[in-house]
């Protein structure tokens, strides 16, 4: 039994990691640019494509195509904020509908490019740390869990220590106050665009070999990541990460002991029941919307 | 002649602040009564928790001796009282008649079936006569089919009387209703006041510029750090000691 | 008398729509006609200013229950049509008490996780709702005569006429509720709702109630749907769909009670007939989506908008 539950934990941790990635890229576009974007879960799919296109059609290695991978969503990220969410700055539900616009036009893009089918990715390595006889623990998802700690480290420096991070997190806060004292907007805007984006590009890129890729794959990771930055609260980047361990682990323990169906059943009740006794999530104040 | 309105010790606190803080005083019928206070001295707070708005934290209000506090806005709304909002607060993308309609809900309540069969013909046209003759009381007869945003900025707030008319209250709360209006306007503004006491309506007004409405109450209740200062006649409130002070003292600026 | 001319034309040509297309085209038109009446009561719901991502499921709702009415109970088809409407009414009213504790952003998202918990519940629950590859060999409509025309449900023609005049009928009942005092006080709730609860409004009530209504119709067309193609499965009601649904109403404009059925009407014939006969087959959803973000750009207001435009200033409501 703990044997069980320290392999259930492990999975939980594993996607705990590339839940938050993309949870907390969503949040810190919702709460720089004030819009929804729903073509979230593709970009993350842009990056699993990336690793089929780089990694396992021409033969790049595993970590330079991830990073090909990032600098490519990054990019989508950066001509989403250019072409939608600029022109649309005053009109959040334009924005969304933008949102689903590129959403449906990346999908139909992997499908032209890729056809439907589901792709199996060779991992990088078959590699398996033994923990115990029944706990073991897949190299290739080590490097999901130290990558996210990695990057939301990096992250988190960047924005309580920099320049840069300061100016993001005051036009989050407050968009006339910030405008007023000189920092662009525009500028801010792509900055989070090109993070949030490249963020959900990396998760998609370092989870392509553990998962079939398809072209509608973008949807789960969507529906999650709308439950984690509800429950962790709007507007806040910490409570993304607690949330999505929480919700990783919840997720991975009914689905362990019932199936994935009731486990999706349990995440979205809780979703609906912090909705409804505590609007604002866990961690949130932040009432933007 | 009895009290229509009682506030008994009202108290409302947010998170650690208390912003009223048991205040108690009433509002006699068919008179025109001021709510009066330098900034920050709870007045506004005050107003929403009578008119539903907020729920006190402590405390009972009373209409016609029925307790009302802690029911919500629409419920306090169907028992006789009924308030208007700061600025224009308006159904701004509607006609200036449908504003008024929308105020005659509760005198004509809609009904799904008649709506679909077209048998609240009669109840339409009744609603519709009402709201006319509430845009006539406040001299808006000839603009009936303008956008409501589009009035001028005195017509609006005439308008926001007009929709709390037409629901036939027995009271009327009016929330700083002369901010931003030039001495024109609010000489007319009064002038509609004092047209809708003589109707039978009790008004109880919130202002902050204490000199706008010492010619118009009849009575003014005057509070200060969310307490009751001074009540009464405004000779008496004028030459208070106590309210001069407030408004002068400190860094309230005399109004 | 123009206006009653221009109806009669207008119907007539309905009439004789059909008999100019192809096979294909004429089942397209029964969608049509069914997702013109989803598209009319979604903006219903969107009149007291909410925006709800469920309604495609609820819409469901009304197919799978009307599908199981006639399956298990073994009852007339239009009467389970009927009865599909209503439990789409009814589980709209329950799901009302969490979800109109939200508002705006939060009740988007909120009605979105109540519609997949329902979309799960079929797929989990194999009996009575099949799972996932849902109810098959749902009965068709009984044929039946009305003397000058015979009804013969095989053919998509029929089946447009008859859902075409339930239809029709539900748009006049929207029609006359969205201009009606209760139609008006919805306008009032959406614009300025401390203001419409100031004058005694309960604006709860008031959202449940455009909720509820407009979750009966989409029932209904829901049952429309199921009856005509026979199968269901959850993935008919998806978040794709809903989509669509969002789409059309914008595209089209929601100022209107005509913006969304333009908007549907426009779309599904550059979708379904422009891009298919050009055989831009999987291109389709990236034209779509390019649409999509032309007309939000472009045109922000729908394209009611331009209709209006040419047409003149609206007429007052009430």
Redesign the interface.
């Known amino acids: 039994m703990t044997e069980l539950l320290a392999q259930t934990g492990l999975n939980a941790l594993y996607a705990a990691s590339y839940i938050s990635l993309v949870a907390v890229g969503l949040v810190l576009i919702f709460g720089v640019m004030g819009v929804v974007n729903f073509a979230h879960g593709e970009l993350f799919m842009a990056g699993a494509y990336a690793i089929v296109a780089l990694y396992a059609d021409i033969g790049v290695p595993f970590l330079a195509a991830v990073a090909a991978g990032l600098v490519f969503v990054g990019g989508l990220g950066l001509l989403m904020e250019r072409a939608l969410f600029r022109p649309l700055r005053d009109n959040p539900l334009g924005g969304l509908v933008a949102s689903i616009g590129f959403l449906m036009i990346l999908q139909a893009l992997a499908v032209m490019g890729f056809g439907v089918r589901m792709e199996h990715i060779p991992p990088p390595t078959q590699d398996v740390i033994v923990l115990s006889e029944k706990v073991r623990l897949p190299v290739s998802r080590l490097v999901v869990i130290v990558s996210a700690v990695l990057l939301l480290s990096a992250l988190w420096y960047f924005l309580k220590r920099t320049r840069f991070g300061w100016a993001l997190r005051a036009s989050a806060q407050d968009p006339e106050a910030a405008a007023l004292q000189g920092i662009s907007i525009n500028q801010t805007a792509r900055i989070a665009m090109f993070i949030g984006a490249a963020l959900a590009g990396v998760a998609g890129a370092l989870t392509a070999p553990l998962v079939s890729v398809n072209p509608h794959m973008g949807h789960s990771v969507i529906v999650t990541a709308f439950i984690v930055i509800i429950v962790g609260g709007v507007g806040s980047l910490e409570g993304a990460v607690v949330a999505s361990v929480l919700y990783a682990f919840v997720h991975t323990i009914v689905t362990t002991f019932y199936d994935g169906v009731v486990a999706d059943i349990v995440g979205l009740s809780l979703l609906l029941g912090v909705l409804v006794v505590r609007p604002t999530g866990l961690f949130g104040t932040a009432d933007r919307a | 002649m009895s009290p229509i309105l009682e506030v008994d010790g009202l108290t409302m606190r947010f998170g650690g602040l208390t912003a009223v803080d048991g205040l108690s005083f009433s509002v006699a019928e068919g008179v025109i009564h001021g709510l009066i206070g330098p900034n920050g001295a709870g007045k506004t707070t005050t107003f929403n928790a009578i008119s539903g708005f907020y729920r006190p934290s402590g405390g009972e209000i009373r209409l016609r001796g029925q307790v009302i506090s802690g029911q919500p806005m629409h419920e306090v709304a169907r028992r006789g009282l009924v308030r208007t909002f700061q600025h224009s607060t308006l159904f701004a993308e509607l006609t200036v008649l449908e504003n008024a309609v929308v105020g005659t809900h509760m005198v004509h309540r809609p009904n799904l079936l008649a709506a679909v069969t077209g048998s609240d013909r009669a109840a339409r046209a009744e609603a519709r006569e009402r709201a006319r003759a509430a845009l006539d009381f406040f001299g808006l007869a000839g603009q009936e089919n303008e956008r409501a945003g589009d009035l001028a900025h005195g017509h609006q707030r005439a308008l926001g009387m007009a929709v709390a008319y037409a629901a036939g209250p027995q009271i009327v709360l009016l929330d700083e209703p002369f901010t931003g209006m030039n001495p024109e306007e609010t000489r007319a503004m009064m002038v509609l006041m004092e047209k809708l006491r003589d109707s039978g309506v009790t008004i109880l007004i919130v202002e902050h510029d204490m000199h706008a409405i010492m010619g118009l109450c009849e009575r003014i209740t005057c509070m200060s750090f969310g307490k009751l200062l001074a009540e009464g006649a405004p000779r008496e409130i004028r030459e208070h000691p106590d309210v001069i002070e407030a408004y002068l003292g400190g860094t309230h600026h005399a109004a | 008398m123009l206006r009653a001319v221009i109806g009669i034309a207008l119907a007539a040509a309905l009439v004789a729509l059909p008999h100019g297309l192809s096979f294909s085209q004429q089942e397209i038109l029964v969608f049509l006609t069914i997702n013109v009446l989803l598209v009319a009561s979604y903006r219903l719901l969107t009149l007291t200013g909410e ?1 709800s991502l469920g309604h495609v499921v609820i819409m469901g709702v009304g197919a799978y229950a009307s599908a199981l009415f006639t399956k298990q109970l073994g009852l007339f088809v239009p009467l389970s049509m009927l009865l599909g409407a209503l439990t789409a009414a009814a589980v709209a009213w329950a799901l009302s008490f ?1 979800l109109f ?2 508002k ?3 009740f ?3 009605s ?3 519609g ?2 329902i979309r ?2 079929w ?2 629950f194999r009996d009575p709702f099949g799972g996932p590859k849902g109810l098959k060999g749902i009965d068709p409509m009984p044929d039946f005569s009305i003397g000058f025309y015979d009804f013969d449900f095989f053919e998509p023609v029929s089946y447009y006429y008859f859902a075409g005049t339930v239809v029709a009928v539900c748009l006049w ?1 929207m029609w ?2 969205e201009h ?6 919805f ?2 709730v959406h ?2 709702d ?10 709860r009530a008031y959202r449940t ?1 455009a909720f509820v ?1 407009a979750s009966g119709f989409a029932g209904l067309a829901g049952a429309l749907l199921a009856h005509y193609i026979g199968t269901i499965n959850p993935n008919s009601f998806d ?1 794709e769909v809903m ?1 669509f649904v ?2 059309w109403a ?1 595209v089209g404009g929601t100022a209107t009670f005509y913006g969304p059925i333009l908007g549907c009407v426009m779309l599904t014939v550059l979708n379904e007939i422009v891009l298919r006969e050009l055989g831009f087959e ?5 034209i ?6 032309l007309s ?2 472009f045109l ?1 207001k729908g394209l009611e908008s331009v209709v209006e435009r040419l047409v003149g200033p609206r007429r ?3």
């Open positions: 925006w969490p504790r939200m705006g952003f939060y988007l998202i909120g979105f996780a109540a997949e918990i799960l519940l797929k989990r009942i006359r509720i009606s005092p209760v139609g008006l006080t306008h009032a614009w300025q401390k203001l419409a609860q100031a004058s005694g409004i309960d604006v109630r209504i978040v989509v969002l789409t914008i999987q291109m389709r959803p990236l779509y989506g390019a649409v999509m973000i939000i750009l922000p007052a409501r009430a």
